[in-house]
C-alpha cells in the first residue's frame, strides 16, 4: 500500500491526497483507464483543461498557450502527444488544427456547444 505522506510534498494544487487514494481504493479499473488514457471524459471546464494541460504536458498558459475567452489557442504538441490528447479531451472542446508537420502539431482548443 502506497504512503500517501510522500506524496503531500508533490500536491501542487491538488485538494488531497487522500481523497485520491481513497477514490482509488473504490475505483481501482476507472482509475487504471485513466492512467492508460482509455477514459474519456465528458465535460471539462476551462480552469480543468487548463489544469490538463499542465499537468499531462507541462504546459505552462501564457508560455505554452493563451486564453482566449472561448480558445486555448496556439498550443504544440508532438504528433503522438496530441493524437492521445484527441482521445481524452471532453466533447465540449473541439481541436482546430492550425499547422501540422512531421513532428508536431499547433492547434487551438475552442468551447463548443453540445447538445
Same mark, same amino acid.
Given at each position: 500500500?502506497?504512503? /500517501? @505522506?510522500?506524496?503531500?510534498?508533490? =500536491?501542487? !494544487?491538488?485538494? *488531497? +491526497? ?8 473504490? %475505483?481501482?479499473? =476507472? ?5 492508460? *488514457?482509455?477514459?474519456? &471524459?465528458?465535460?471539462?471546464?476551462? !480552469? ?13 498558459? !501564457? ?5 482566449? =475567452?472561448?480558445?486555448? =489557442?496556439? &498550443?504544440?504538441? @508532438?504528433? $503522438? ?10 466533447? %465540449? +472542446?473541439?481541436? /482546430?488544427?492550425? $499547422? $501540422? %508537420?512531421?513532428?508536431? /502539431? &499547433? ?5 463548443? /456547444? &453540445? *447538445?
Amino acid at each position: 500500500m502506497c504512503r /500517501v @505522506s510522500f506524496f503531500q510534498s508533490c =500536491g501542487n !494544487g491538488l485538494p *488531497d +491526497w487522500e481523497t485520491l487514494f481513497s477514490y482509488y481504493e473504490k %475505483n481501482k479499473t =476507472g482509475v487504471k483507464a485513466i492512467i492508460a *488514457d482509455e477514459y474519456e &471524459i465528458t465535460f471539462l471546464t476551462k !480552469g480543468t483543461l487548463k489544469r490538463l494541460l499542465s499537468l499531462k504536458y507541462q504546459l505552462v498558459e !501564457g508560455r505554452d498557450f493563451e486564453d482566449r =475567452g472561448e480558445v486555448l =489557442g496556439t &498550443i504544440t504538441l @508532438s504528433k $503522438e502527444s496530441f493524437h492521445s490528447f484527441t482521445s481524452i479531451l471532453a466533447k %465540449n +472542446w473541439t481541436f /482546430v488544427v492550425l $499547422e $501540422e %508537420n512531421t513532428y508536431n /502539431v &499547433i492547434f487551438d482548443i475552442k468551447l463548443s /456547444v &453540445i *447538445d
